[in-house]
């Protein structure tokens, strides 16, 4: 079992949806990262947290410490929101990051 | 503020030839990664550096591969000899690190794509 775990692997929906995408991990962390990355293209930090929840225009992170679950939501998808979405953790200590799978986004217009 | 460097963007290389990517993480960030992306995959890490010293290159090919961070800024990253299987993008991030912090936020580079024939 991979220490982070997302779903859905694949999501495919209509513009204008709201989408959530979710991370479980099972290791100890520091913080939890998700990372945006577009065909072809680097990679972006989204959000970075600890605790609580962040929002950043259509998008809002949150994590759930104890039950050791993160979830990304999207507001209004739009096509250009297509990507792929990656959460990963880092560890206590070495803040060693363990990536989830990611998980694949198709936006529909 | 300026970004994570990489370079170079593309290489394309036969097997049994050597490559070198170049990094230069953002002013002041201790702690840099290099990630492998095999397409259809998500990032491995290959190597960690806290400024020139390595953190952790438990998943780096010895054997091939080889990455340095002499004084703690500018990192590269080598192969030698290539293989058909280390056709990837390689990544290169960067972050603040402090103990009491935590990570960081995580700043990556757009990637070199190295393609062995």
């Known amino acids: 079992k991979n220490e982070v775990e997302q779903s859905p692997q694949n999501l495919t929906a209509q513009e204008g949806e709201f989408i959530t995408i979710n991370c479980s991990y099972s290791?100890?962390?520091?913080?939890l990262h998700w990372l945006q990355q577009h065909p072809g293209g680097g990679i972006v930090s989204l959000f970075m947290?600890?605790?609580g929840k962040k929002k950043h225009g259509r998008l809002i992170a949150t994590i759930n410490i104890q039950e050791k679950h993160s979830s990304l939501h999207i507001t209004a998808s739009h096509p250009r929101d297509s990507a792929v979405y990656i959460c990963?953790?880092?560890?206590?200590?070495?803040?060693?990051?363990?990536f989830g799978t990611g998980t694949r986004l198709t936006i529909i217009p | 503020e300026a970004g994570v460097a990489q370079s170079p963007r593309y290489k394309i290389i036969e097997k049994r030839q050597s490559v070198a990517f170049w990094c230069n993480p953002i002013s002041g960030h201790a702690t840099l990664y290099w990630y492998q992306q095999i397409l259809g995959q998500g990032p491995k890490l290959l190597i960690q550096?806290?400024?020139?010293?390595?953190?952790?290159d438990s998943q780096l090919p010895k054997d091939r591969f080889s990455a340095e961070r002499l004084k703690g800024v500018d990192s590269t990253l080598k192969i030698q000899p290539a293989k058909l299987e280390d056709s990837a993008v390689y990544l290169c991030a960067s972050s603040f690190w402090g103990l009491a912090a935590g990570t960081g936020e995580l700043f990556f580079g757009e990637g070199s794509r190295l393609t062995v024939l």
């Open positions: 290791v100890g962390i520091s913080a």
């Open positions: 947290l600890s605790s």
């Open positions: 550096f806290q400024n020139n010293g390595v953190v952790d």
């Open positions: 990963a953790a880092s560890r206590f200590g070495n803040e060693k990051l363990t």
